[in-house]
């Protein structure tokens, strides 16, 4: 793919996909609608078109692909114009804020023969990858459940809550690593620092084969956790992003349900039930770690290239919108819980 990619707002986290999307050779235009930060990017990227207006991107016949990083509540109208205008799109987390809203793109993307993926950093995440292939192996056992931690004293936003915010990573993350089905959902959240406004939300899902994940999200918490544990039947998994060195440990230790007589699984009786803990190697596997957002952005690229499916496409993401929005209602009604 040639060098011929527009990105569409440059602020927060706009920076850090501008950085790669120049790094890989795919950035021909950046369009920022902030008059201090169009000053700011036209001195630092001279040979850049550097624009505040949106329509003439969207109509120029020599920009195949845009990047949306703008705030959620504008991704489904910026989408849907790029889609018409026959561009290719990746658009930040959260993909909408409506499962109607994402299907409608999906739908409009696969008419036109376009590619749309969704900006799931994490997905390109080598330590979560690698948790994903120990998981696939059948190391670990059957999944019993799932643990996923997001707080940090970060960033507040004032469009979205901390569900939208921050669970979109964690969902998508249970996703990958599951290959499952969300059956319902549990969400209580509380708004400390701005009514209306869910800073902390705690959440349970239950997924097919009763598989179940706990998340927690918080904007005001004292330190940065992003971290997963994974309990299995046979062992366990620690998954911490934070972590230089560590960022993937396997357990094994559980507890194993015996039969006094033979050692083995199974019993006839409750007379030769035995509960047995077990404690045996911890492992942390070698890691060669890459950016995620560069991965990311030469995976959108390949993607339109090779004409194959994203990681991370609009479709794949159906099912995180339809939770997020199940999740939202449940935290409206007080932690009622919702089917998906």
């Known amino acids: 793919m040639q060098k011929n990619t527009a990105l569409i707002g440059c602020g927060y986290w706009g920076k850090n996909l501008l950085r790669n999307l120049e790094e ?62 026959g561009k290719h799109v990746f658009i930040e987390k959260p993909f909408t804020t409506s499962y109607g809203e994402a299907s409608e793109l999906v739908e409009l993307a696969e008419k036109k023969k376009l590619t749309l993926m969704v900006g799931m950093t994490f997905l390109y995440n080598m330590a979560v990858r690698k948790v994903r292939d120990i998981i696939d192996s059948g190391e670990i056992g059957r999944i019993r459940y799932v643990f996923l931690q997001r707080r940090n004293l970060g ?86 992003d934070m972590s230089s060195d560590m960022k993937v440990q396997v357990y094994d230790k559980g507890i194993d349900r015996k039969n006094i007589k033979t050692g083995l699984e199974g019993f006839d009786t409750f007379g030769e039930f035995q509960l047995r803990h077990r404690a045996g190697d911890i492992y942390i596997p070698k890691i ?12 959108f690229a390949d993607s339109i290239e090779k004409k194959t499916e994203p990681l991370s496409s609009g479709r794949r993401n159906l099912q995180l919108v339809k939770i997020l929005e199940a999740g939202d209602r449940s935290i409206k009604n007080k932690g009622s819980l919702i089917t998906i």
């Open 24 to 85: 890989t050779g795919l950035l021909s235009c950046i369009c920022e609608k902030d008059p201090k930060n169009l000053s700011s990017l036209v001195k630092k990227y001279p040979g850049i078109r550097i624009t505040g207006d949106y329509g003439s991107v969207m109509a120029d016949p020599g920009i195949e692909a845009v990047v949306i990083a703008t705030p959620a509540s504008t991704h489904y109208a910026l989408a849907k114009t790029a889609l018409e205008s």
């Open 155 to 240: 960033k507040v936003r004032e469009d979205v809550n901390v569900w939208w915010n921050l669970a979109p990573h964690d969902i998508s993350i249970l996703l990958y690593w599951l290959d499952k089905k969300a059956v319902n959902i549990t969400a209580r959240g509380f708004d400390f620092i701005q009514p209306g406004i869910e800073d902390v939300i705690m959440a349970d899902l239950e997924f097919e084969d009763n598989t179940a994940a706990f998340i927690h999200s918080s904007w005001i918490d004292p330190s940065k956790v992003r971290s997963a544990i994974v309990v299995g039947s046979k062992k366990m998994i620690i998954y911490d």
């Open 288 to 299: 060669d770690f890459v950016e995620p957002l560069k991965i990311e952005c030469q995976h």
